[in-house]
Each structure stands twice: as structure tokens, then as C-alpha cells.
């Protein structure tokens, strides 16, 4: 297993997610997972990651039973506060607690203000649901040994979060893959986080299998260049080239899988100029699947009778349209004014005559509402 290193902490590159976890008749395999552990234990994986709703709570009732036969202080525990939900801000004190008593531990070792976004970034930020000043008094009475944040949100959200509790976070967790360093923007996210000094933990490695599942033309461009190595293995190697990344989050719903992702870590191959090349034209490739060609040059500005925002429609029309739905989409969609959503758009077609790219957009936009609808 590489370990790479945090603060004074050895940690496992792999990290087991335990959102996607064995199923048995509708409620988590608990022997399937006590074995998941067991490996990942013996082959070095020492960073566990669950939260508040994941397989509806059962999930950090698992993981804290199948870890209590092991010594405390022989592997990491990650939870979160589950802010996606706007209903948990006036309960952070009962959330917490009751995350511990699922674990059966008395302190978590990572702890993360989660999913920070549009939808809910001003709650976070709103001092009289008290959950920055309770989770850093958890941290001084050692029940979170270290806080950060995970986000979802563009890099503007990110940037007012860091403004407010850049001081209070030791590390951030943010989706980075080989196509998201792009279409995602994670580079500037990666820059500003660089600024603030803070090491990033990785979810999302595989774009939710996306990256897997690569066409059969693509993924023999990059087995003549590994013929030994995997699909999946090469947006793990991409990572590797990333020195500011202490572990990334794996899910696996079975041992097989485990055992495999496993297998990727234990040895560090980051790619070379030739084959992160091939990679970026593939890039290029996926990101002209389901999307439009915007390039956010602004043209359009000015020449909107309903004065809706194109360019950022567009772009999140591109997020939604390429994952076939998801939530990130819907949730920024939530946190701007109803007048100024897509279903606003009248198909006047003004903006799509000085359109470089010539996208159709009004077309888009229907399509767009549509989608939401759904």
C-alpha cells in the first residue's frame, strides 16, 4: 500500500467509501463488509470513510462494528455533518451525537462540514445555526481530532467558504479526475485550495464508474500504451501526479472490487507526458458526449431579453447532461431566482446569432427544462 502523508499521519492512498456497500435483502450484507475490512486492513488500508445517510444510517453502524476489533488507534474514521439535507442545520449537536453512538467511538478522526454548495452555503455561513462553532469546539475537546469540508459547489462557493472558515479547516475533499480537472474546473478549485495551504482528500476518482467504461477505441489507445494495466487503474495513476493528494475514496460494493482497487495501490505509476497526452484527447473526446460546445465566451451578454445567465445554463445543462441526470445540477438550479432558470428562456433566438459556436441554445434550454422537470 502507498501511504502518503498528513500533518504527522501515515495514510493509506486507497480510502474505503462505505456509501455503496454489499446489499442483503435491503439492508447492508454486515458479514460481506466485516471481510471488505478484514482485507483492507491486512493490505494496509487505514483511512474509513461513511456518513449520516448513507445506506440510511446503517452504514456507520457497520463500519463501527466491523472496525471495534481492531485497536482505536490503528485506523482513521471519517464522518460527516450531512448538510445536503437544509433540514439538519438546527440539529448539527444532535446529528453529531448521534453519529457517535452509530460508530461506538468517543472521537472521529476526520470530521467534515459536507457537500458544501450552492444550495446551502449560506446556512453553513449563518452563525445562528451554530454549526462551525460547535464542530470546532468538538475539535478542542478532542472528539474531532481534524476538520474539513467536502464541496460539490463551483469555485465561487468554495472560495466564500474558505473566506469565512479557511482558518478553522486542515483539508478539504473535492471530485478530481481526468475529466473534471476540466469540465468541473477542479484546476482553479486545486489553485485556490494551494493558496490556503490545505491537502485534498479525493472522492469521485472514477466519476461515478464513468471513467471505466471508456469506448472500445479509447481503451485500446491506452492499452497499447499499458497493455498490463486496467481502465480503471488509469485515473488512479493520473492522481498519483498530484502531490497535494493525501488519499482518494474508493467504493466498492463487493470484496472482488475491493481486492482489485487494492491491488492499483501498491504501486505508484504516475503517467508520463506521452500518456497524459492520450488521456487529454480522450478528454477532449468525453467531453463533446451529450453537451454543447460552450465556451463561456460571453457573447451572448447583453443580447438576452429575459437577462438569463447562458453561459453558466449551459454549463450546467453540460454537468447534467453528461452524467444523465445527478444532483449537482438541481441543486444550483434550486439557488437561482425562478425568473432566471431555464424554462424562462421564450426561444427569441437573439443569443444564438452572435454565438461563435453556433449552439442552438434556445433548443438547449428547453431541453434543459425539460430534463429538470424530470
Known amino acids: 500500500m502507498i501511504y502518503r502523508k498528513f500533518q ?15 446489499d442483503s435483502e435491503k439492508s447492508v450484507d454486515e458479514e460481506h463488509v466485516q471481510r471488505m475490512v478484514d482485507y483492507a486492513i491486512e493490505k494496509g488500508v487505514n483511512y474509513f470513510d461513511t456518513g449520516y445517510d448513507y445506506h440510511l444510517g446503517k452504514s456507520e453502524v457497520v ?3 466491523s472496525l471495534s476489533k481492531y485497536p482505536r488507534d490503528s485506523y482513521f474514521l471519517v464522518d460527516k455533518f450531512p448538510g445536503y439535507n437544509l433540514k439538519n442545520f438546527d440539529k448539527v449537536e444532535e446529528i453529531f451525537e448521534e453519529q457517535m453512538e452509530r460508530c461506538g467511538v468517543d ?38 481530532k481534524h476538520l474539513g469540508f467536502s464541496a460539490h ?12 472558515y479557511g482558518e478553522d479547516v486542515e483539508f478539504a475533499q473535492i471530485q478530481l479526475n481526468y475529466l473534471d480537472y476540466r469540465f468541473q474546473n477542479a484546476k482553479a478549485k486545486l489553485e485556490l485550495l494551494h493558496e490556503y495551504g490545505l491537502p485534498v482528500m479525493v472522492m469521485e476518482p472514477m466519476r461515478g464508474g464513468r471513467l471505466a467504461n471508456l469506448s472500445e477505441g479509447q481503451a485500446a489507445r491506452l492499452k497499447a500504451l499499458r497493455p498490463d494495466e486496467s481502465i ?7 492522481l498519483q501526479g498530484f502531490l497535494e493528494v493525501v488519499t482518494v475514496l474508493t467504493g466498492a460494493s463487493s470484496l472482488e472490487q475491493l481486492a482489485e482497487n487494492i491491488a492499483i495501490f501498491e504501486e505508484d505509476k504516475p503517467l508520463t507526458e506521452t ?24 457573447y451572448c451578454d447583453g443580447h438576452c431579453p429575459m437577462d438569463l445567465d447562458i453561459p453558466r445554463l449551459l454549463g450546467l445543462y453540460n454537468e447534467h447532461s453528461f452524467t ?15 425568473d432566471k432558470r431555464p424554462d424562462k428562456c421564450i426561444g427569441c433566438g437573439a443569443c444564438q446569432l452572435v454565438c461563435p459556436q453556433k449552439v442552438e441554445i434556445w433548443k438547449t434550454m428547453g431541453k434543459f427544462a425539460n430534463m429538470l422537470k424530470k
Open 8 to 22: 504527522d499521519l501515515e495514510i493509506s492512498w486507497l480510502a474505503m467509501g462505505t456509501m455503496r456497500l454489499p
Open 63 to 65: 463500519i463501527g462494528k
Open 107 to 144: 472521537y472521529f478522526d476526520f470530521y467534515l462540514f459536507h457537500n458544501v454548495c450552492e444550495l446551502n452555503i449560506e446556512k453553513y455561513l449563518d452563525p445562528q445555526y451554530g454549526v462551525r462553532d460547535f464542530l470546532v469546539k468538538q475539535k478542542e475537546a478532542g472528539r474531532i
Open 153 to 164: 459547489g463551483e469555485y465561487d462557493v468554495l472560495k466564500q467558504f474558505l473566506e469565512a
Open 232 to 238: 480503471p487503474a488509469w485515473a488512479h495513476r493520473y
Open 275 to 298: 500518456e497524459m497526452a492520450t488521456l487529454n484527447e480522450i478528454v477532449d473526446e468525453l467531453m463533446n458526449e451529450n453537451t454543447v460546445p460552450c465556451t463561456a465566451c460571453h
Open 324 to 338: 444523465g441526470g445527478g444532483f449537482i445540477a438541481p441543486f444550483v438550479i434550486r439557488t437561482i431566482p425562478e
